[in-house]
């Protein structure tokens, strides 16, 4: 078990990095919660961070879920007999994905009122960057 704990440790950092997510327990805990997890102390999280600990099923699916892969692909890596990522031509930061879902769950006049505000915010002059 314990080897599996520390390929895992190691897979987590790894997708983490890959979707250049840090790797803070306490940001973790908030994200898991966003994306469908149950409560967790940021010292759970460490624990996985480090391979010392494995997730319950509900928070491995919520890390897959937040790094857009499939729970199996997380847990086993590319020796899992199912595991297989989820393949995208566009890729989406998490944290935009989350928003897109949640755009699409609300109602329809909601979703006017989002998509009217979307298209003022893009027509305002935008500053340059100051040097």
């Known amino acids: 078990?314990?080897?599996?704990?520390?390929?895992?440790?190691?897979?987590?950092?790894?997708?983490?990095?890959?979707?250049?997510?840090?790797?803070?327990?306490?940001?973790?805990?908030?994200?898991?919660?966003?994306?469908?997890?149950?409560?967790?102390?940021?010292?759970?999280?460490?624990?996985?961070?480090?391979?010392?600990?494995?997730?319950?099923?509900?928070?491995l699916r919520a890390l897959a879920k937040l790094l857009s892969m499939e729970p199996q692909l997380l847990q086993y890596g590319e020796d899992g007999l199912r595991a297989r990522e989820i393949r995208q031509e566009f890729k989406l930061d998490p944290l935009d994905q989350l928003a897109l879902e949640t755009f699409l769950s609300l109602p329809t006049a909601q979703r006017r009122l989002i998509r009217s505000l979307i298209e003022e915010i893009s027509r305002a002059p935008r500053k340059r960057p100051t040097r």
């Open 1 to 59: 078990m314990k080897n599996e704990q520390i390929a895992f440790g190691a897979r987590l950092r790894a997708a983490l990095q890959h979707a250049r997510l840090g790797e803070s327990p306490s940001g973790l805990v908030k994200l898991l919660a966003r994306f469908g997890g149950e409560p967790v102390s940021p010292q759970a999280v460490s624990g996985w961070l480090k391979g010392r600990a494995m997730p319950r099923q509900a928070n």
